[in-house]
């Protein structure tokens, strides 16, 4: 499969606890991006990483998240001290930076339940 | 902040009848990309759109993007019930590289 590929699929954690998702995007993609969907929503961006260098970072990131990209292929979200709040859909995506068609690859993504 | 806004928020129409999507941005796009998302799914990339006024056909899909470039419609003749999803407009974040900002979406479903 060379699509992006997100792990876990789904993760119920306690509130308070840490959690990490993994995401693999296509090979050859320069660009990583990591997007949160809630219900009814369109996706919403998170942070963004190209090769190894994280570019940006949305003011919904607060500081119990963190991204890396150490190496620039997979990269890692972690959150820190889950809320409830933090409850949602959270979507990796990649894509070739430089070309003309800029379209987004999104993974399956990973489901976060915080009860 | 920078919007991009999408009516309707849904769709109901019989098999075989039209459905258009509406986005519009606060602010011009270099851009404007639309996806779909399957029930269950993540968000499969459909096209972009460029240039003022550009239109591209999909065999039954229409997308147009305005003179302005601030709003895109998406257009499906004869709908079936493999169109079911919501479609997403989404474009470039002002000032940014990468950040693509999205519609809230419009759901469509599909009654045959």
């Known amino acids: 499969d060379t699509g992006v590929s997100q792990n876990p699929r789904h993760k119920i954690t306690k509130r308070g606890q840490n959690v990490t998702f993994r995401c693999d995007p296509i090979?050859?993609?320069?660009?990583l991006y990591w997007y949160r969907q809630t219900l009814g929503q369109g996706p919403e961006f998170l942070t963004y990483f190209q090769n190894e260098a994280q570019l940006e970072k949305s003011r919904l990131l607060s500081d119990r998240f963190s991204a890396e990209r150490p190496k620039g292929s997979f990269s890692t979200l972690e959150i820190q001290r889950t809320e409830q709040g933090d409850s949602a859909m959270y979507l990796c995506?990649?894509?070739?930076?430089?070309?003309?068609?800029?379209?987004?690859?999104f993974g399956q993504g990973t489901r976060l339940t915080v009860v | 902040g920078q919007q991009v806004m999408q009516i309707p928020q849904y769709q109901h129409v019989q098999e075989g009848e039209d459905f258009t999507t509406y986005c519009n941005s606060s602010t011009t796009l270099s851009n404007i990309q639309w996806y779909k998302q399957r029930p269950g799914g993540h968000p499969v990339f459909l096209i972009q759109l460029v240039k003022s006024g550009e239109v591209k056909k999909q065999k039954r899909l229409t997308f147009q993007f305005g003179e302005a470039k601030k709003n895109s419609s998406l257009h499906i003749t004869a709908t079936q019930t493999t169109d079911v999803g919501t479609y997403f407009c989404?474009?470039?974040?002002?000032?940014?590289?990468?950040?693509?900002?999205f519609g809230k979406g419009t759901k469509l479903s599909v009654k045959p």
């Open positions: 995506a990649s894509s070739l930076a430089g070309t003309p068609n800029t379209e987004a690859f």
């Open positions: 090979s050859e993609h320069n660009r």
């Open positions: 989404a474009g470039p974040q002002g000032g940014s590289q990468g950040n693509l900002i």
